[in-house]
């Protein structure tokens, strides 16, 4: 089992800038890939950013790269995603997702049915 706590949503004007937080608790943490998807009301579900479980590749959803940075350390059990020149349709609750290696030929990392455990989930809020 793995917990996810996710920190670091607030309210910010649109072309500044916002780290998220996700601390994992729980099995290790090193065999997770780990991603980051939102959800804007209204909205479906949607992938953000994902973190192999070698940590050694990134992949995004076109709408934020260049813009926004994933990483992870595993020596403290945390995923960030920097987010840097935001925009109004960045606004949404941010959810990290966790997902075993179990399922490394599954699909890709960008499926959110894929992953095994989710946060609570953060609001960010972009405005114009």
């Known amino acids: 089992q793995v917990q996810l706590v996710e920190s670091g949503g607030g309210l910010v004007q649109a072309g500044g800038s916002l780290r998220l937080s996700c601390a994992a608790s729980?099995?290790?943490?090193?065999?997770?890939?780990m991603g980051w998807f939102r959800q804007a009301p209204g909205k479906e579900r949607e992938f953000v950013a994902a973190?192999?479980?070698?940590?050694?590749?990134?992949y995004y959803a076109d709408s934020v790269k260049g813009r926004f940075t994933i990483s992870r350390d595993n020596a403290k059990n945390t995923v960030y995603l920097q987010m840097n020149r935001l925009k109004p349709e960045d606004t949404a609750v941010y959810y990290c997702?966790?997902?075993?290696?179990?399922?490394?030929?599954?699909?890709?990392?960008?499926?959110?049915?894929?992953?095994?455990?989710w946060g609570q989930g953060t609001q960010v809020t972009v405005s114009s």
């Open positions: 997702a966790a997902r075993g290696d179990h399922t490394v030929l599954a699909g890709p990392l960008s499926i959110a049915s894929l992953y095994d455990y």
């Open positions: 729980g099995r290790t943490f090193s065999s997770y890939a």
């Open positions: 973190n192999s479980w070698s940590g050694s590749s990134t």
